[in-house]
């Protein structure tokens, strides 16, 4: 049975309570939990430093623009050769004088076109792969900012419930002076603010880590500090999933890049079906006969024979349609994959929207008000402190969880952007790669 208690008694406990035990603010959907310091870090000026300064896009685009030079090289005939030489030929009337001409190597007609349209697909593969590299880079810079602002949410929510505790431990203190508690209580209370500081610790450790990540990304000294993230916006996911479908098979860079590569391997199958035909050297020679003071000409075409087609020619058609073969099976393992990452990326946003309305509409309310009955029925004596503790805790996992569907709602929404090669609501630049 429960000890009865005075008026006076009761009545220092409600004041006690009153000045202790403040009641618990619920933050609304995306509202600043106060003890946020530092500057506000903007994801799109991230994303445009991210474009001009990673090194992983600049190599990518550096490749596309060799590639674009091969065009020319190769769709140009081989380069001329100049000769020059001197000749005596012992005759009844000796021949002797200066030779000089000019020789040419001409593949044969239609060489030089598929050489040329072999170069270009790699330069609108390349072009693709350096989108693609973008958006992908873009996504990874996306998730390291949610996860960012998902640790500094993290951190005040639980400096706000440390502070908590520690009125729970004044609380519990007081209460045990004049024998309304058990020292239990402010030994339990005591505990839970050591766990706190242990989280705050592991969390610290988490935005240091976040910081080096996107600092690499960002191409900067690995050390260099970051401010705070701004407010994450839950963006409503109102595409259906045949429409993100449909956008990955006509908008995503890797499938394009991989169609581009079909393309290069299909006139590479009709190039080495050409070498069965063979090239030409054409020669033109001037000739001076000193001991008649004359001059002459000499005209040659040589042919050259694709005699070992067998081991030469042949094996190159096979390694050609082999390669066709290759890349049409990449193409199609590729479009499995990307339909899987589509397929996976709108359940998770759909789950993560399901739960941020039922923890932000019912389960935080409801945490809440079983928070502040708690701390008045524990002032009171109705309660034990082991409920008080609960209900604390209780509130604060449904705040991290909703704050955490929220970050994982809007790195769904990166990874499709990613795959589909299409915004969704979200920042975005121009598309041009080559800019």
Known sequence: ????????????????LAVTMPPVPLPADGAELPGVNGPRIDLPGLIHELEAANPEINAARHRWRAAQAVVPQVQTLPDPTIQIGYQRMPMTEPFQGAMYGVGQEIPFPGKLRLKGEVAQSDVDRFEQELYATRLRLIASLKEAYFSLHFVHKSIEIVEKNKALLLQFEKTAKARYSVGQAAQQDVFRAQLEISRVLDRLAVLEQE?????????????????????????????????????????????????????????????AVSLAKRQYYPDFDVTALGLRNDKINDNGYQVMVGIKVPLFYASKQRQGVHEAMAGLDSARDDFAATRQDLLFQVKDGFVQAQRAERLITILRDAIIPQATLALQAAQAGYAVGKVDFLTLLNSLLTLQDSQLELHGEMVNHEKALARLEAVTGEPLGGVESERKPGS
Request: proline share 8%.
């Open 1 to 16: 049975m429960r000890h009865a208690i005075s008026l006076h008694q009761l009545l220092a406990a409600m004041v006690l």
């Open 207 to 267: 935005k240091e880590s976040l910081h080096a990540a996107i600092n690499r990304l960002l191409n900067r000294p690995p050390a260099d500090p970051l401010g705070t993230p701004e407010e994450v916006r839950t963006t409503i996911l109102t595409i259906p999933l045949q429409e993100l479908n449909r956008r990955a098979d006509e908008f995503s860079p890797v499938l394009a890049a991989m169609t581009k590569n079909i393309h290069r391997s299909e006139h």
